[in-house]
């Protein structure tokens, strides 16, 4: 925990049964990574982090139907189909998925790489910060003609997480009011979503004005500046929104963000929390107001995504520059920079780097 990332030689086991090897050509770093990185959230180390990646089929393991030279993206959550949440509809939430990764190793538990015959942990099924990645294949999902490697990554882990969060978890409709709170590379997939289900208006929230200019320029109707209060920047939002939101999408993280989301809502509106607090973190909400105004808080993981339908459909939208989801990269590294772009991405700067592992960035 801590500790500087190091670009070294691993040993990368063969793909056994149902599992496909991976040439990866680009990865997003994402603040789930950081998390690792400073503690907030347990990883088994030492460990190769990254877990929104894209790339090529080299190899395959029996079992798979996967033909090699296939353009992939990956899925950090290879539901199992079986299990009480995936019968229920809700793949997202599958618990053999979740108690497995915890393990860092792939579904069995174990791991495919290693150092000098000692075992090196894998990050979310995928250690997507690498050239070669060995993945269950049921973290697969084939990119369509016409998608950079770049673009297709970033669907992997924040784009779904975002337009997911308004399109799956809250259902919004055209018309319904929306705010984002966070404007980071979620955040600004929250407002993509938002912007393409024809929601209106769209407040976004965010401490930086340059994040709020871009937000406004990708279709956001209002721009609030936080305020450094929860209560003050919810009124903020209330009045720019004509009297609060129906859904208030929180991609921080931050409590104080999470109230604001909730008291920025309307009548019967909801509080859509996306973002990963500290595990001891607690939310304190005006519990007067949610019998009396039907006020809800959802929980959003993954954005209620189905990887298998939404990466797809997501990819159409962008082939079809009903997306743009390349403005959400903000800069493009080689591996052995990779601790300029956490640089970057602690001192909130810029949207998503994406890291060229075919090694061409300059």
């Known amino acids: 925990m801590g500790a500087p990332l190091a670009v070294t030689e691993l040993d990368l086991a063969p793909p056994a049964a149902d599992e496909v090897l991976v040439r990866l050509r680009a990865s997003g ?21 990254g877990h929104e990646g894209a790339g090529v089929v080299e190899a395959v393991g029996p079992g798979v139907a996967l033909a090699p030279g296939t353009p992939v993206v990956l899925s950090w959550l290879p539901a199992c189909g079986e299990c009480t949440e995936c019968r229920r509809g809700l793949p997202h939430l599958c618990a053999p998925a979740w108690s497995a990764m915890t393990t860092g190793g792939l579904l069995d538990g174990t791991p495919r790489l290693s150092r000098d015959g000692e075992p090196i942990f894998h990050y979310c099924f995928l250690s997507s910060f690498a050239e070669r990645a060995v993945v269950p294949s049921r973290c697969c999902v084939a990119i369509p003609p016409g998608v950079p490697f770049e673009v297709a990554a970033l669907v992997g882990c924040a784009v779904t997480t975002g337009t997911g969060a308004v399109w799956r978890t809250a259902g ?19 407002v993509l979503g938002a912007v393409a289900v ?26 609030v500046r936080w305020t450094g209060n929860a209560e003050e920047t919810a009124e903020l939002v209330v009045s720019a929104s004509g009297g609060g939101v129906d859904y208030a999408i929180e991609a921080t993280g931050r409590t104080e963000a999470g109230l604001t989301a909730f008291l920025s809502t309307r009548p019967r509106g909801a509080a859509v929390l996306i973002g990963i607090p500290r595990a001891d973190a607690v939310l304190s909400l005006p519990a007067g107001q949610i019998p009396r105004k039907e006020r809800r808080v959802l929980g959003s993981a993954y954005g209620s995504a189905r990887p298998e339908r939404d990466f797809p459909a997501l990819l159409d939208l962008y082939r079809r520059e009903r997306l743009p989801l390349d403005r959400l990269i903000s800069a493009r590294l080689p591996l052995d920079a990779i601790e300029q772009g956490f640089g970057a991405l602690r001192a909130a700067s810029g949207l998503r780097v994406v890291l060229d592992l075919d090694g061409s960035s300059a």
């Open 29 to 49: 770093l994402c603040h789930s990574d950081l998390n690792a990185i400073d503690g907030t959230a347990e990883t088994p180390c030492p460990a190769v982090l």
């Open 172 to 190: 919004v409709r055209p018309g319904e009011r929306v705010c984002v709170i966070g404007c980071g590379g979620v955040g600004m997939s929250a």
């Open 198 to 223: 024809g929601a209106a208006p769209i407040v976004a929230v965010d401490v930086a004005d340059e994040k709020l200019e871009l937000a406004l320029s990708l279709g956001a109707t209002d721009a």
